[in-house]
């Protein structure tokens, strides 16, 4: 078997905590390439709006039949985010499981992976806490294991082959390189401008994201230079002199 399990991209923050901001847009977009050529069999998805947009920006590059792919509600969130309010909660009736409840769900995730798909592929698209507890059931390790592998990043994609005892010969965990190679401008355009660990660097901001430009230029002293990419502006940042923001 051959298992993915994609993190949602990166999410808005407060009442907007189930929608992708305008970065977790771009790293959805980034993801769907990284399966071009991959053959999937499976596809399942968190009924969670952040999820299911991130899907979305997948599928024109999915060979596979909008019949084998399924939102279901065990791939679901654990509960809200931190910084989520109590009012919030209670205003969209967000489902907050304990660690037992994410435990039994997880583990009816492993049924069904055991069950159907032993020789299949999978594409899972789902949530941190979700991902960390299936995780440790593929290693048959305790949930308190979790600590370990905190970080799975907004739109990252972890990697596993199965053999036929369902045992784990090889994995990659919180893979990002997707989000960097399939970039839309040439990184052949771009060198770096300084010896490593300088605080001038650069920043890419395509024309459609003039929030971005903006708070770049308010937020550090920047130096505009020239690229041959259409459609995109390069900054050089001087991180040195960046301001305190108003929060």
């Known amino acids: 078997m051959?298992?993915?399990?994609?993190?949602?991209?990166q999410r808005g923050q407060g009442q907007d905590y189930d929608k992708l901001n305008w970065m977790g847009e771009e790293q959805a977009k980034r993801i769907g390439p990284y399966f071009k050529k991959i053959k999937l069999d499976y596809v399942y998805s968190s009924p969670q709006n952040r999820a299911i947009q991130t899907l979305e920006s997948i599928k024109p590059f999915l060979k596979i039949k909008s019949s084998k792919i399924k939102?279901?509600?065990?791939?679901?969130?654990?509960?809200?985010?931190?910084?989520?309010?109590?009012?919030?909660?209670?205003?969209?009736?967000?489902?907050?499981?304990t660690e037992a409840e994410l435990e039994d769900r997880t583990l009816k995730i492993i049924k069904l992976l055991k069950s159907k798909h032993k020789s299949d592929s999978v594409?899972?698209?789902?949530?941190?806490?979700?991902?960390?507890?299936?995780?440790?059931?593929l290693f048959n390790l305790p949930p308190t294991?979790?600590?370990?592998?905190?970080?799975?990043?907004?739109?990252?994609?972890?990697?596993?082959?199965?053999?036929?005892?369902?045992?784990v010969?090889?994995?990659?965990?919180?893979?990002?390189?997707?989000?960097?190679?399939?970039?839309?401008?040439?990184?052949?355009d771009f060198k770096l401008t300084k010896e490593a660990g300088n605080q001038i660097v650069r920043a890419v901001v395509?024309?459609?994201?003039?929030?971005?430009?903006?708070?770049l230029n308010q937020s550090f002293k920047t130096k505009e230079i020239p690229s041959k990419s259409k459609g995109y502006k390069v900054y050089?940042?001087?991180?040195?002199?960046?301001?305190?923001?108003?929060?």
Request: one cysteine or more; glycine letters at 4%; hydrophobic letters at 40%.
């Open 2 to 9: 051959k298992l993915y399990l994609i993190r949602h991209a």
């Open 236 to 247: 050089e940042i001087d991180l040195k002199l960046k301001k305190v923001l108003n929060r």
């Open 71 to 97: 939102i279901q509600d065990i791939f679901r969130q654990m509960g809200a985010p931190e910084e989520v309010g109590e009012d919030i909660i209670k205003e969209q009736k967000i489902k907050i499981d």
């Open 169 to 188: 010969k090889k994995a990659v965990i919180g893979e990002i390189t997707h989000l960097l190679i399939n970039a839309p401008y040439p990184i052949s």
């Open 206 to 215: 395509p024309n459609n994201m003039q929030k971005s430009g903006e708070w």
């Open 123 to 137: 594409l899972i698209v789902s949530h941190k806490e979700v991902i960390k507890s299936l995780i440790c059931k």
């Open 145 to 167: 294991e979790k600590l370990y592998i905190e970080k799975i990043a907004s739109g990252s994609i972890s990697y596993f082959e199965l053999n036929n005892k369902f045992e």
